[in-house]
């Protein structure tokens, strides 16, 4: 278990993550920075007096564009080799939410997500009738061959041959808080490699994968997804921050999980007042935080 407070009360903030897993070298340093790179995008915004959700949607963004992870282009496959896309959003000033899943290549999930909560009419769409919703407000299907990774194929010939749906690592998420005191939450991911065709993840279940509440604070979850689904981690660390600091919240979820369900993974959380935390069960997961007169700082 880790955990790890940044941030400071009052300003702006914005934490990144890019995925519990077992990354270590060189390829959990070139995650490392990608989240910095995408909380960079996001402190400019902040910076210059964004919202909350806008500061999230572009981090994970730039974290859909960057082929190391596994969310948008180099998502991990189905068990036939299909990309099969998750992403969530939430305000927490209204609540509002959107959500898709088992989308078919798109570059941006989260922006489809974002439209989603925008349009508001429903809250989740899935799969063709999701793709549906992307074209009717003016996003462009992709070839999948321009967003499957070479990476992507050779670890589902080895999720394969280990007959084996496996965590692939490098969902990617952010929470952010504005200098109105807005937050919100954003997660996406191509889920699990090798996953059954229709498997749908945490990460575009609102109280799951994302949870944003300007009462409290938001959080973006990665890990086993089935686990998390289990015990609506987001929601259950955000109701936390009622009498706890974020990372401290994050741990004690992460702890509950494990001990409910025997799932691990990984947490960012903002409080409503802009303290960030960071916590895992699973060997690593790369972050980056960046908050009002503070540079981003990035680990694993
Ligand atoms: N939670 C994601 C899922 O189960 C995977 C991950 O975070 O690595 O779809």
Redesign the pocket.
Known sequence: MFKRSLGAAGGYALLVHG???DAEGARLQGQAAGCARAAGVGKALLEAGASALDAVQAAVEVLEDDPRF?AGTGG?LTSEGALEL?ASIMEGSSLRAGAVCALPPFKHPIAIARAVLADGKHVLYAAQGAARFALQHGFSAVAPETMITDDARQALARALAEELAR?????VGAVARDERGGVAAA?S????MA?RPG?????PIVGA?SYADDALGAAS??????G??RVALCSRVVSQLAGHGPADAALDALRYMEHRVAAI??LIVVSKDGQLGVARSTKSMSFAGTWRGHDVVAGG
């Open positions: 995925g519990a897993g596994n991990a998750d965590r692939s690592g490098g969902t997660t991911t191509g889920g699990m996953k498997r749908i993840g945490d990460s994968g979850a990665t890990g086993e997804g089935e998390i689904l993974g990984g």
